[in-house]
């Protein structure tokens, strides 16, 4: 099977890996490689579960990447876990933007087989081993400074790059994103749709004349009605009831209930 010209240093770093006459050789351990130069030298196996012996593979020996198989020619360096940990690498380094803010840390690799050169780095916003982490791809001419352990860029947040795998919280974030943005488009659709519909709605016939109860309410009778027949257009209703026939004055019950000729208090 043919090599894949571009592949993560992650799947190095799973691969068991066997020599060409079927010899085990343990499970990927540690990348080798030279950061300054953004480029990959080859990568460590572990043959044992116990023991801190390790097999150091050249990228060049790297003959077949099948699954998690990696299959390789000639034999392997031989050295100490110790050794390997002198080495620098910019796997696990903490990223910092260039304000000293902390981003995340680098957590892969996308390199080139023929040359060993870093394509671009990925990174991560918390630890990598949790399952559904998001993956930014970083360039590596946007790193200004790399110590151990701590590599700066110049970039200001983590968003700014860009996103090559979503997580479920960033998954999460961008549907309720995409929600807010589809209800505000709703809103004002809708708020347009009212207003043409207030503009272009027909006025009422009446709307000129005030109705016959509003000008009752204002004192004004119509011309033509009137409350009694003996009242004018323009005397109110509650004028023929200044006098009501069983509150008369005291004067005039008197005047009828006693005669010309009889004394009053008789």
């Given at each position: 099977m043919a090599l894949p010209q571009e592949f993560p240093v992650s799947t190095l770093l799973r691969a068991r890996v066997q020599g060409d006459q079927g010899a085990d050789h343990g499970v990927g351990h540690q990348v080798w490689m030279h950061p300054p130069a953004h480029r990959v030298l080859g990568w460590a196996s572990r043959p044992t579960s116990f023991g801190p012996t390790r097999s150091v593979w050249r990228l060049n020996q790297l003959r077949h990447l099948q699954g998690d198989v990696a299959v390789v020619s000639e034999t392997p360096a031989r050295t100490q876990q110790s050794t390997l940990d002198l080495l620098p690498t910019s796997m696990g380094a903490h990223l910092y933007s260039h304000d000293g803010l902390a981003l995340g840390c680098v957590v892969d690799a996308v390199l080139s087989l023929q040359t060993g050169a870093v394509a671009h780095y990925l990174v991560a916003r918390s630890d990598p081993r949790l399952p559904g982490t998001s993956r930014w791809r970083l360039q590596p001419n946007t790193v200004l400074d790399q110590q151990p352990g701590r590599v700066v860029v110049a970039v200001g947040a983590l968003d700014d790059l860009p996103l090559v795998r979503a997580g479920l919280r960033t998954q999460a974030l961008q549907t309720s994103q995409r929600w807010r943005e589809r209800l505000q488009e709703t809103t004002v659709q809708a708020g347009r749709q009212l207003e043409d519909w207030l503009h272009n709605a027909p006025l009422p016939q009446n709307h000129g004349n005030p109705s016959p109860r509003r000008q009752r309410r204002q004192g004004h009778v119509p011309h033509g009605e009137s409350?009694?027949?003996?009242?004018?257009p323009g005397r109110e209703i509650w004028d023929a009831w200044e006098?009501?026939?069983?509150?008369?004055?005291?004067?005039?019950?008197d005047s009828e209930s006693h005669g010309p000729d009889q004394e009053p208090w008789l």
């Open positions: 409350s009694g027949g003996d009242q004018g006098h009501p026939p069983h509150r008369r004055p005291a004067s005039c019950q």
